[in-house]
Protein backbone atom coordinates (compact mmCIF):
# COMPACT_ATOMS: atom_id res chain seq x y z
CA UNK A 1 0.00 0.00 0.00
CA UNK A 2 1.29 3.41 -1.06
CA UNK A 3 0.45 6.25 1.47
CA UNK A 4 -0.20 10.15 0.06
CA UNK A 5 -0.92 12.42 2.09
CA UNK A 6 -2.28 16.08 1.69
CA UNK A 7 -0.82 18.69 4.32
CA UNK A 8 0.08 22.18 4.72
CA UNK A 9 -1.10 24.00 8.23
CA UNK A 10 -2.68 26.94 5.93
CA UNK A 11 -6.46 26.95 6.13
CA UNK A 12 -7.92 26.83 2.80
CA UNK A 13 -4.87 25.97 0.31
CA UNK A 14 -6.23 23.20 -1.73
CA UNK A 15 -5.85 20.16 0.46
CA UNK A 16 -9.45 18.18 0.37
CA UNK A 17 -9.39 19.36 -3.66
CA UNK A 18 -6.27 17.79 -4.10
CA UNK A 19 -6.89 14.67 -1.80
CA UNK A 20 -10.30 13.92 -3.54
CA UNK A 21 -8.89 14.33 -7.20
CA UNK A 22 -5.54 12.01 -6.55
CA UNK A 23 -8.09 9.85 -5.47
CA UNK A 24 -10.54 9.57 -7.97
CA UNK A 25 -7.39 9.53 -10.26
CA UNK A 26 -6.30 6.41 -8.78
CA UNK A 27 -9.35 4.54 -8.54
CA UNK A 28 -10.22 5.60 -12.53
CA UNK A 29 -6.47 3.40 -12.84
CA UNK A 30 -8.31 0.72 -11.40
CA UNK A 31 -6.54 1.04 -8.58
CA UNK A 32 -8.44 0.41 -4.87
CA UNK A 33 -8.38 3.21 -3.26
CA UNK A 34 -9.48 5.08 -0.03
CA UNK A 35 -9.87 8.01 1.41
CA UNK A 36 -9.02 9.28 4.87
CA UNK A 37 -10.30 12.47 6.32
CA UNK A 38 -8.66 13.53 9.07
CA UNK A 39 -10.57 16.92 9.40
CA UNK A 40 -13.95 17.53 11.24
CA UNK A 41 -14.91 19.40 9.10
CA UNK A 42 -15.71 16.31 7.09
CA UNK A 43 -14.86 18.05 3.14
CA UNK A 44 -13.68 14.79 1.62
CA UNK A 45 -16.50 12.62 3.41
CA UNK A 46 -19.12 14.96 2.33
CA UNK A 47 -17.34 14.46 -1.15
CA UNK A 48 -17.58 10.80 -1.29
CA UNK A 49 -21.31 10.77 0.06
CA UNK A 50 -21.86 13.02 -3.12
CA UNK A 51 -20.22 10.41 -4.72
CA UNK A 52 -22.57 7.63 -3.66
CA UNK A 53 -25.06 8.51 -5.75
CA UNK A 54 -23.56 7.85 -9.18
CA UNK A 55 -23.70 4.34 -10.64
CA UNK A 56 -20.82 2.94 -12.37
CA UNK A 57 -17.87 5.16 -11.43
CA UNK A 58 -14.74 3.50 -9.90
CA UNK A 59 -15.42 2.94 -5.89
CA UNK A 60 -13.53 5.12 -3.00
CA UNK A 61 -13.81 3.45 0.24
CA UNK A 62 -14.16 6.16 3.01
CA UNK A 63 -12.17 6.64 6.87
CA UNK A 64 -13.19 8.84 9.32
CA UNK A 65 -10.10 9.47 10.60
CA UNK A 66 -11.33 11.44 13.04
CA UNK A 67 -13.52 9.15 14.99
CA UNK A 68 -11.77 5.71 13.68
CA UNK A 69 -8.52 4.60 13.75
CA UNK A 70 -6.84 4.54 10.18
CA UNK A 71 -7.22 0.91 9.15
CA UNK A 72 -7.28 0.64 5.61
CA UNK A 73 -9.55 -2.35 4.09
CA UNK A 74 -7.36 -5.42 3.43
CA UNK A 75 -5.82 -5.20 -0.36
CA UNK A 76 -5.93 -1.00 -0.43
CA UNK A 77 -3.36 -0.19 -3.19
CA UNK A 78 -3.59 3.70 -2.60
CA UNK A 79 -4.67 5.57 0.85
CA UNK A 80 -4.92 9.04 0.52
CA UNK A 81 -4.79 11.30 3.87
CA UNK A 82 -7.01 14.32 3.93
CA UNK A 83 -5.06 16.43 6.70
CA UNK A 84 -6.88 19.17 8.56
CA UNK A 85 -5.30 22.95 8.97
CA UNK A 86 -3.37 23.72 11.61
CA UNK A 87 -1.52 21.02 12.64
CA UNK A 88 1.55 21.54 14.61
CA UNK A 89 4.42 20.02 16.87
CA UNK A 90 3.61 16.52 17.95
CA UNK A 91 0.24 16.29 15.66
CA UNK A 92 2.37 16.58 12.50
CA UNK A 93 4.78 13.05 13.51
CA UNK A 94 1.15 11.36 14.26
CA UNK A 95 -0.14 12.39 10.99
CA UNK A 96 3.05 11.22 8.99
CA UNK A 97 3.53 7.52 11.13
CA UNK A 98 2.72 5.55 7.99
CA UNK A 99 3.29 8.12 4.93
CA UNK A 100 5.64 7.55 1.79
CA UNK A 101 4.20 10.66 0.01
CA UNK A 102 3.43 14.46 1.53
CA UNK A 103 2.17 16.43 -0.91
CA UNK A 104 1.75 20.06 -0.09
CA UNK A 105 -0.89 22.00 -2.09
CA UNK A 106 0.69 26.11 -1.83
CA UNK A 107 -1.48 29.11 -2.87
CA UNK A 108 0.63 31.59 -4.82
CA UNK A 109 0.27 34.70 -2.05
CA UNK A 110 2.82 36.02 -0.43
CA UNK A 111 1.49 34.98 3.28
CA UNK A 112 0.68 31.57 1.68
CA UNK A 113 4.12 30.83 0.55
CA UNK A 114 6.03 32.47 3.80
CA UNK A 115 3.99 30.26 5.85
CA UNK A 116 4.46 27.41 3.68
CA UNK A 117 8.23 27.54 4.24
CA UNK A 118 7.49 28.06 7.87
CA UNK A 119 5.91 24.50 8.07
CA UNK A 120 8.39 23.08 5.55
CA UNK A 121 11.18 23.62 7.79
CA UNK A 122 9.12 22.62 10.66
CA UNK A 123 8.28 19.45 8.78
CA UNK A 124 11.89 18.68 7.83
CA UNK A 125 13.08 18.68 11.14
CA UNK A 126 10.59 16.30 12.47
CA UNK A 127 10.53 12.02 13.01
CA UNK A 128 10.07 10.18 9.44
CA UNK A 129 10.78 13.82 7.46
CA UNK A 130 13.73 14.61 8.89
CA UNK A 131 15.13 11.19 8.00
CA UNK A 132 14.24 11.41 4.41
CA UNK A 133 11.41 8.71 4.75
CA UNK A 134 9.12 10.67 3.01
CA UNK A 135 9.38 11.90 -0.46
CA UNK A 136 7.56 15.49 -0.74
CA UNK A 137 6.66 17.68 -3.61
CA UNK A 138 4.92 20.93 -3.66
CA UNK A 139 1.77 21.69 -5.83
CA UNK A 140 0.99 25.48 -6.23
CA UNK A 141 -2.79 25.68 -6.57
CA UNK A 142 -5.12 28.50 -7.82
CA UNK A 143 -2.69 30.24 -9.95
CA UNK A 144 -3.21 32.71 -12.80
CA UNK A 145 -1.50 33.40 -15.82
CA UNK A 146 1.71 35.63 -15.26
CA UNK A 147 1.92 35.02 -12.42
CA UNK A 148 5.84 34.50 -11.14
CA UNK A 149 4.79 31.60 -8.33
CA UNK A 150 7.45 29.06 -9.35
CA UNK A 151 10.38 31.74 -9.02
CA UNK A 152 8.73 33.52 -5.84
CA UNK A 153 8.37 29.84 -4.15
CA UNK A 154 11.88 28.58 -4.97
CA UNK A 155 12.96 31.57 -3.52
CA UNK A 156 11.07 31.08 -0.38
CA UNK A 157 11.98 27.43 -0.41
CA UNK A 158 15.62 28.35 -0.23
CA UNK A 159 17.89 25.40 0.54
CA UNK A 160 15.04 23.06 1.29
CA UNK A 161 15.36 21.62 -2.25
CA UNK A 162 11.83 20.69 -2.69
CA UNK A 163 10.38 20.45 -6.05
CA UNK A 164 7.39 22.47 -7.27
CA UNK A 165 5.72 19.30 -9.14
CA UNK A 166 3.27 21.83 -10.86
CA UNK A 167 0.54 24.74 -10.96
CA UNK A 168 -2.78 24.17 -11.11
CA UNK A 169 -5.09 26.98 -12.44
CA UNK A 170 -8.04 28.40 -10.31
CA UNK A 171 -10.77 26.87 -12.33
CA UNK A 172 -14.76 26.58 -12.10
CA UNK A 173 -14.11 22.73 -12.89
CA UNK A 174 -12.26 21.94 -8.92
CA UNK A 175 -15.48 23.94 -7.79
CA UNK A 176 -17.69 21.41 -10.11
CA UNK A 177 -15.78 18.31 -8.57
CA UNK A 178 -15.84 19.32 -5.21
CA UNK A 179 -20.15 19.35 -5.83
CA UNK A 180 -20.18 16.59 -7.71
CA UNK A 181 -18.34 14.02 -5.78
CA UNK A 182 -16.45 13.38 -9.26
CA UNK A 183 -12.81 13.98 -10.03
CA UNK A 184 -11.72 16.44 -12.62
CA UNK A 185 -10.72 13.32 -14.49
CA UNK A 186 -14.31 12.16 -14.47
CA UNK A 187 -15.75 15.33 -15.71
CA UNK A 188 -16.61 15.98 -19.59
CA UNK A 189 -13.04 15.86 -21.75
CA UNK A 190 -13.53 18.99 -23.25
CA UNK A 191 -14.54 20.80 -20.57
CA UNK A 192 -11.40 20.05 -18.44
CA UNK A 193 -8.44 18.84 -20.88
CA UNK A 194 -6.75 22.17 -19.51
CA UNK A 195 -6.69 21.18 -15.99
CA UNK A 196 -5.83 17.74 -16.32
CA UNK A 197 -2.82 18.10 -18.49
CA UNK A 198 -1.08 20.14 -15.54
CA UNK A 199 -1.61 17.22 -13.16
CA UNK A 200 0.73 14.94 -15.37
CA UNK A 201 4.11 15.64 -13.66
CA UNK A 202 2.02 14.90 -10.46
CA UNK A 203 1.44 11.57 -11.47
CA UNK A 204 4.59 11.35 -13.30
CA UNK A 205 6.53 12.00 -10.07
CA UNK A 206 4.10 9.54 -7.84
CA UNK A 207 4.74 6.59 -10.29
CA UNK A 208 8.51 7.12 -9.97
CA UNK A 209 8.63 6.67 -6.54
CA UNK A 210 6.25 3.64 -6.53
CA UNK A 211 9.03 1.83 -9.12
N1 LIG B 1 -7.54 25.28 -8.43
C1 LIG B 1 -8.68 25.73 -7.89
N2 LIG B 1 -9.53 26.50 -8.62
C2 LIG B 1 -10.68 26.98 -8.09
N3 LIG B 1 -11.08 26.74 -6.83
C3 LIG B 1 -10.30 25.98 -6.06
C4 LIG B 1 -9.07 25.43 -6.53
N4 LIG B 1 -8.50 24.71 -5.51
C5 LIG B 1 -9.34 24.81 -4.47
N5 LIG B 1 -10.42 25.55 -4.77
C6 LIG B 1 -11.53 25.95 -3.88
O1 LIG B 1 -10.95 26.62 -2.77
C7 LIG B 1 -11.63 26.30 -1.57
C8 LIG B 1 -10.63 25.72 -0.57
O2 LIG B 1 -10.11 24.49 -1.09
P1 LIG B 1 -10.00 23.20 -0.17
O3 LIG B 1 -11.24 22.99 0.63
O4 LIG B 1 -9.56 22.09 -1.05
O5 LIG B 1 -8.81 23.65 0.77
P2 LIG B 1 -8.32 22.96 2.13
O6 LIG B 1 -6.86 23.19 2.20
O7 LIG B 1 -8.78 21.54 2.18
O8 LIG B 1 -9.09 23.80 3.22
P3 LIG B 1 -9.17 23.50 4.81
O9 LIG B 1 -7.85 23.93 5.37
O10 LIG B 1 -10.32 24.32 5.27
O11 LIG B 1 -9.39 22.03 4.94
C9 LIG B 1 -12.73 25.32 -1.96
O12 LIG B 1 -13.92 26.05 -2.13
C10 LIG B 1 -12.25 24.74 -3.28
O13 LIG B 1 -13.33 24.32 -4.11
MG1 LIG C 1 -9.86 20.50 3.67
Not at 93 to 122: Q, Y
Amino acid sequence: MHTIILMNSKGGCGKTTLATNIAAWYADEGARVCLADYDPQRSSLDWLLARGDYQGIPEIRAIDAVNHPLRPPKGTDILVIDAPAGTHGGEIGKLLKRVDTLLMPVLPSLIDMRACSHFLKELMASGRAARGQIRTGIIANRVRENTRVFQQLDQYLGDLKIPILTHLRESQNYIRSAETGLGIFELAPSLVWQDVIQWDPVFDWLAQQQD
